[in-house]
């Protein structure tokens, strides 16, 4: 988290100045791998590109010295963290820290920055599972869960409140959608008003309307599911559609869909033919 490196002194250039130094003061030329914010907590090496190509060069014999702010910013994921550290043994790489020279040949270090690595696990899964239970803290008291709001909704104070250039076009869809139009036709008419979608495209996708049309929220209520525990927590948000609407929406849609009734398919209403590979 370069956020907390910041405030507690160790930010990204301290800790590159910190290296320099010590390659300076040891008599050696040095050579950085910066990674930014790069997470070294959920990864198994092909999300750090950079990491890879270091490692790469340790097999190659090529690197006898590395320096480190603190063994967690190799890896905090166990698995990771010792196949690195079988890769530094193995090639005879001399580690260095703030607190001085590692080396991981003699069996008492090793073992000690094993157990730090088994540390830094554990505070990195203690920090994580605070953030979840945060975050499911926050969703059940009406707070949104995170990432962009749909369309037609604005975050205030982290709560969804209707956005009133968007709400008009939210209803126009459902409305024309409820009459039978096509979602094509629903294109065409938003590119003929000029209405841009969020991400600023004057092109709606299909599966954009689509999405949108599957909408729980315009009802009043959005489902927030869990993974860890399982739970789905059900979360009241304002309303800015009319049930009736909604549910003349959804009939469109099943009338078009392919579906089934009882043991027969029904086909798609909107097609004038039937043909033989349907």
């Not at 009133?164 to 024309?176: Q, R």
Request: glycine content about 8%.
């Amino acid at each position: 988290s370069t956020t907390s490196q910041e405030e507690d002194g160790t930010s990204l250039d301290t800790q590159k100045e910190l290296g320099i130094e010590c390659a300076k003061t040891l008599g050696f030329k040095y050579r950085l791998w910066n990674e930014g914010g790069q997470s070294s907590a959920k990864d198994d090496l092909s999300n750090r590109p950079v990491l890879t190509e270091l490692l790469t060069l340790v097999d190659d014999r090529q690197v006898d010295h590395l320096y480190v702010w603190n063994t967690d910013r190799l890896s905090r994921n166990i698995a990771t963290w010792g196949m690195i550290r079988l890769k530094l043994i193995t090639n005879e790489v001399t580690l260095h820290t703030p607190t001085g020279k590692q080396m991981l040949t003699d069996p008492a270090t090793n073992m000690m920055i094993g157990i730090m690595g088994e540390i830094s696990q554990y505070d990195n899964q203690l920090r994580t599972e605070r953030f979840r239970l945060g975050k499911l803290k926050r969703i059940r008291e009406g707070g949104w869960m995170g990432g962009p709001p749909p369309y037609g909704y604005k975050l205030v104070d982290s709560q969804l409140v209707p956005n009133d250039d968007e709400v008009p076009w939210v209803k126009f869809i459902f409305e024309n959608y409820a009459s039978d139009m096509s979602v094509d036709e629903i294109r065409t008419k938003l590119l003929n008003n000029g209405v841009i979608t969020r991400r600023g495209n004057s092109i709606w996708s299909h599966g954009s309307i689509e999405q949108l049309l599957r909408n729980k929220h315009y009802g009043g209520f959005y489902n927030y599911h869990d993974k860890k525990s399982g739970e789905t927590i059900r979360v009241n948000c304002p309303s800015i559609l009319d049930p009736s609407l909604i549910k003349s929406a959804n009939e469109s849609k099943e009338k078009r869909s392919y579906g089934r009734q009882q043991t027969k398919r029904i086909k798609n209403s909107l097609k004038k033919y039937t043909y033989l590979l349907t």
